[in-house]
């Protein structure tokens, strides 16, 4: 089996606890050792391991609802992506291999990504880019990491930069343009009957990463240095 650092992370931690076990009861060193390969959850994960897991995963269900709705109202992106409907092109994004983890599909991660989806020459599936972008963006802010453990350190700061491009990231989806003035992308819907449901998304998403970046900022006791910025001319910033 491959050596993961996952796996690393939670040996170091085996033998941290274990250690103190044998200190703190005599003769239970084997014991000990038994016990580093079941420690419970709540030996390895902090109240503030756990708050940000949860927000993480609410985070991606936002994205995963986004990429549906934007396969839904940009059907030419559904069949540049070559999926056989929605759900396997969102699932082509966030359930096989990670798909928003690779650099290998013609465009980049990050805001990389997001910068090639937004360009008006960009021929690929903007919806994929667009949504890899944002969910690698993401995941780079919060230290590529799928579950935190006590040794891992989160910044505050790098997490309060990701809502702000979400926040970028959601006015450019709504104003980039090609050369005949038509929208890249479709999104929100003003008519007869308001679509808003894109802007509550983009909320969510906004809204956990600004608490998760609070409770840190808190608990790490690392002050945040909050940026204001014109939308309209306002530029990513840097989230590792």
Not at 7 to 32: E, Q, W, Y
Not at 165 to 181: C, F, H, P, Q
Request: charged fraction near 25%; aromatic fraction near 8%; glycine fraction near 8%.
């Amino acid at each position: 089996m491959a050596v993961t650092w996952r796996h690393v992370r939670l040996g170091v931690l085996a033998g941290l606890i274990a250690s103190l076990l044998a200190c703190s009861s005599p003769g239970t060193g084997p014991k000990a050792g038994r016990l580093a390969g079941f420690i419970p959850q709540h030996l390895v994960k902090s109240d503030l391991n756990r708050f940000a897991e949860l927000h993480q995963q609410r985070i991606f269900v936002s994205l995963r609802r986004l990429a549906e709705k934007l396969y839904k109202r940009n059907p030419a992106e559904l069949r540049k992506s070559g999926a056989g409907g929605v759900e396997q092109a969102v699932a082509e994004i966030f359930d096989t291999h990670h798909g928003w983890r690779l650099e290998a599909l013609g465009y980049r991660r990050d805001l990389d990504a997001l910068v090639i989806a937004l360009h008006p020459e960009y021929r690929g599936d903007r919806v994929r880019a667009y949504v890899v972008g944002l969910a690698s963006m993401v995941q780079t802010a919060l230290g590529d990491r799928e579950e935190f453990f006590l040794l891992d350190d989160l910044d505050a700061q790098h997490i309060y930069n990701a809502a702000r491009n979400v926040e970028i990231a959601a006015w450019k989806l709504g104003s980039a343009r090609d050369a005949a003035g038509n929208l890249l992308l479709l999104s929100n819907e003003m008519g007869a009957v308001n679509n808003l449901s894109f802007e509550r998304e983009f909320g969510r998403v906004i809204g956990l990463l600004e608490t998760l970046s609070d409770v840190v900022e808190e608990k790490t006791e690392r002050s945040v240095t909050r940026v204001v910025q014109n939308l309209a001319t306002a530029v990513f910033l840097p989230v590792y």
